[in-house]
């Protein structure tokens, strides 16, 4: 495989693409195997509808000059993102965490963009697929690529590392996210400090939250640029945070009113604050950015409906994230108030406790009404007046009495694959 020569066709493309349904006009398409078909087979169809090249694995599939062949391409699409990384030479953000990846990704593009032409992360497109994309959608137009990076398993994000090279890296947290596929939390922390690990041979900096215990203590042989809460010894201090909703915060003489609901959401606000600073953005374009950004994608978003105010935050869910938006939501100054929990997937053997615990938490708050929803929760059933166990989301619609969600505050939370914003058809 001549990288080069491939890397000088994709410089005459308009864009790569892996989907023919999204293909654009002079695309360069990749055949990317994928567990229910090959993409291969669509090689005619990508030329046909605007392609200038094809990259593909399988010589059956051979349509023309156009057609460039490769033994993995997979593997060329993750070479090239390599090749292309290092012909850009532009500095390169990664960020990788339990909980907040995307909103911080966000939140720090909106930032620096006041600046800089900046390029980040489409969503969630993090993975070792998503990541190669995400490089290759940089041009020589981009000042600053901001990357987001995923991982459920070891090694992952090590692998992420030597494809984006990264010039700076943050770690959101540590938390209890895909316990089943890193094998416990000791095995998250192991997983994420890939990316320590990397920077730290490679000479380079490391964003640290220091109100974070975790993250302090890793730093202490890492090249750093650090923030937290009323710390005396950082580089960026924070001077007041609250959030009844909304997330406000102040540092010096600024205070910054967010859209973002929740103390959890403080911690990626000030990163991306940091960030700002660090890249030397001036005090009222970082206001003027974070006071703008609104978030999306049933990510922490207050929707107002049937008199009811309601968080919703039904994106995805573990039980790091979850437990804190519990936390949060529980210190709103709100009368009456409902929360509706959806299970929490990819916990393996810790499932069942990590569902109790969350219950658990509920126990003595008997002024809130709890509606737990998934098999997982209905193991954990507890006999109590204001909780409510359902094995299906369809058990759960069904059962909803008239106007029994009326002037309430409600939070909903669980898992991607609950897909809980459906309650707001009921409410």
Known sequence: MDIKYIHNLFLKCSSVSIDT??????????????????????????????????????????????????ENS???????????????AIPIIALTGSNGKTTTKELINVVLSKKFKT??????????????????????????????????????????????????????????????????IKGVIQGKSEMYHYLLENGKIVFINMD????????????????????????FNISKVTANPFVEISYNSITIKSHLIGLYNATNINAALAIGKYFKISDDKIKE????????????????????????????????????AIE?????????????LGDMFELGKESHQEHLDIVKMLEDQECVSCFFIGSDFNKNKMDKKNFYFYET?????????????????ILIKGSRGMALERTLDFI
Do not use: W
Request: with cysteine; glycine share 6%; hydrophobic share 40%.
């Open 21 to 70: 349904r999204k293909i654009e006009k002079d695309a360069l398409f990749i055949a990317i195997k994928g567990e229910r078909f090959d993409a291969n087979t669509f090689s005619q169809a990508a030329l046909e509808k605007g392609a200038s090249f094809v990259l593909i694995d399988n010589n059956d599939f051979y349509v023309d000059k156009r057609t460039i062949l490769v």
């Open 74 to 88: 997979l593997v060329a699409l993750q070479e090239l993102a390599k090749f292309h990384r290092k012909y850009l």
């Open 119 to 184: 390029k980040a992360t489409v969503g969630n497109f993090n993975n070792h697929i998503g990541v190669p994309l995400t490089i290759l959608s940089f041009t020589k137009e981009t000042q600053i690529g901001i990357v987001e990076m995923g991982a459920n398993h070891k090694k992952e994000i090590e692998f992420l590392c030597e494809i984006a090279s990264p010039d700076y890296g943050y770690i959101t947290n540590f938390g209890k996210a895909h316990l089943e596929g890193f094998g416990g």
């Open 212 to 235: 974070d215990p975790l993250q302090k203590s890793k730093s202490k042989v890492l090249k750093t640029y650090s923030f937290g809460l009323n710390k005396e010894s950082v580089d």
């Open 289 to 324: 950015a974070i006071e703008k950004y609104i978030p999306e994608n049933n990510r922490s978003q207050l929707v107002k409906k049937g008199g009811n105010e309601i968080i919703l935050d039904a994106y995805n869910a573990n039980p790091s994230s979850m437990a804190v």
């Open 328 to 340: 949060n939501f529980l210190q709103l100054n709100k009368s009456t108030k409902i929360v509706i």
């Open 393 to 409: 989301f369809d058990d759960f619609s069904k059962n909803i009495l008239p106007n029994q969600f009326m002037e309430s505050s």
